[in-house]
Structures are given as structure tokens and as C-alpha cells.
Antibody, heavy 116, light 111 residues
Framework: EVQLVESGGDLVQPGGSLRLSCAASGFSFSIYWMSWVRQAPGKGLEWVTNIKQDGSQKYYVDSVKGRFTISRDNAKNSLYLQMNSLGVGDTAVYYC?????????WGQGTLVTVSS | QSVLTQPPSVSGAPGQRVTISCTGSSSNIGAGSDVHWYQQLPGTAPKLLIY???NRPSGVPDRFSGSKSGTSGSLAITGLQAEDEAVYYCQSYDISLSGSVFGGGTNLTVL
């Protein structure tokens, strides 16, 4: 059974940093593109970033370019999202999702709250 | 303002058929990008419902179907059931943005 478990969400002050993790199991992690998708409270879904199987290609939504960095460790079956210079607009549930062009499995999400 | 446009809400009685539209542009659906659909039940993570325009993952009932034409996609649900009450999102790939884009979501109410 495919499982994606996010962690690392927290309350952080504006301008702060946070690192999210996603532990994958039940499938061959290294052969899939992986993505992060977020959902602000009461709002819709927003794709944030994705990463190729070997980490050689990464893409970001304009609003996070230069602030967020996606990475992966195939030996640990793990996906990461380093978030810097956080603003209140980054407050959301962050989902780890399998896939690059569509997302066939999702984690339960981890809540990031940016507030003073 | 979402790149893909969906109606905010639709409704139907049990047993009826409803459709949800997803309108894009020449930089996404119209450029040949596929349309995918997700169902999000209250308080849960999204679930893939239809992928690559008209394909159902294992376990998704055949009451759900998708189509694509021109710059739009569509999700049809037949034989509506109370358990279908959820928010439905369409998603595609935008070549100008070099990334995925979602519709704003459609809240389905079963009357």
C-alpha cells in the first residue's frame, strides 16, 4: 500500500524558516516524480513544486521561487521542502504527492502557520 | 483567480447526473495538456478521480467519467449518491508557467 507521511509543520513567525519532510513507503520511490501541493485554510489547491526522479530537474510556482527548495533522498525514500522567508500567504496545509504531471497518491498533509 | 475555471457549486438529487466544467486556455488544456480530476471529502486529502482526461484509477466507480475538448475538460457523475458530496478540482499542466495548475474547485451538493 502506498503511504506518504508528512511532518515538520509548525507555527512560525513571518520571515522564519521551516523544513517539511515526507516519508514514502509501499512503492519504488526512486522511479517517481514527486510534488508538494498546498491548500490555504478554506481555499483551493495550489501546486508548489516538483522534482524529477534523480533530483536533476525541479520546478516551482512563481510565488515561492527563490524562497523554497525541494529535495529528495532516494536512499531514505524521503522528500523534503525547505521553506525560507515565510510570509502569512504561505499559511496552508502542505501535501506531499506522488507524480509530476498528475498526483495519484497524497499524504494526509502537515499544517504550516505563519503568524506573529 | 485560478488559471482553470470551474463553477463554484453544482447540485443534484440522488440518482441524477451532474457535470462539472473546467475551462482553460491555449497555454494549458488547449495546448494539449491532459486534464485530471480530484475529489476532496471534508477534512481529508484530495483523491485522484480521473487521470489523463478519461481514465479511472482502480477502485473509482464507473459512475465517474471525464472528457476533454478544445480548451475545456468535463467531469460527469451519474447515479448521484449522498457520499459524492465533496469538492471536485480539475488540474492540468501549463506550458507558460512550467507547472501544474488547478481549478478553484466545485462544491457538489446532493439534495
Amino acid at each position: 500500500e502506498v503511504q506518504l507521511v508528512e511532518s515538520g509543520g509548525d507555527l512560525v513567525q513571518p520571515g522564519g524558516s521551516l523544513r517539511l519532510s515526507c516519508a514514502a513507503s509501499g512503492f519504488s520511490f526512486s522511479i517517481y516524480w514527486m510534488s508538494w501541493v498546498r491548500q490555504a485554510p478554506g481555499k483551493g489547491l495550489e501546486w508548489v513544486t516538483n522534482i524529477k526522479q534523480d533530483g536533476s530537474q525541479k520546478y516551482y510556482v512563481d510565488s515561492v521561487k527563490g524562497r523554497f527548495t525541494i529535495s529528495r533522498d532516494n536512499a531514505k525514500n524521503s522528500l523534503y521542502l525547505q521553506m525560507n522567508s515565510l510570509g502569512v500567504g504561505d499559511t496552508a496545509v502542505y501535501y506531499c504527492a506522488r507524480g509530476g504531471r498528475h498526483f495519484d497518491s497524497w499524504g494526509q498533509g502537515t499544517l504550516v502557520t505563519v503568524s506573529s | 483567480q485560478s488559471v482553470l475555471t470551474q463553477p463554484p457549486s453544482v447540485s443534484g438529487a440522488p440518482g441524477q447526473r451532474v457535470t462539472i466544467s473546467c475551462t482553460g486556455s491555449s497555454s494549458n488544456i488547449g495546448a494539449g495538456s491532459d486534464v485530471h480530476w480530484y475529489q476532496q471529502l471534508p477534512g481529508t486529502a484530495p483523491k485522484l478521480l480521473i487521470y489523463i482526461n478519461n481514465n479511472r484509477p482502480s477502485g473509482v466507480p464507473d459512475r465517474f467519467s471525464g472528457s476533454k475538448s478544445g480548451t475545456s475538460g468535463s467531469l460527469a457523475i451519474t447515479g448521484l449518491q449522498a457520499e459524492d458530496e465533496a469538492v471536485y478540482y480539475c488540474q492540468s499542466y501549463d506550458i507558460s508557467l512550467s507547472g501544474s495548475v488547478f481549478g478553484g474547485g466545485t462544491n457538489l451538493t446532493v439534495l
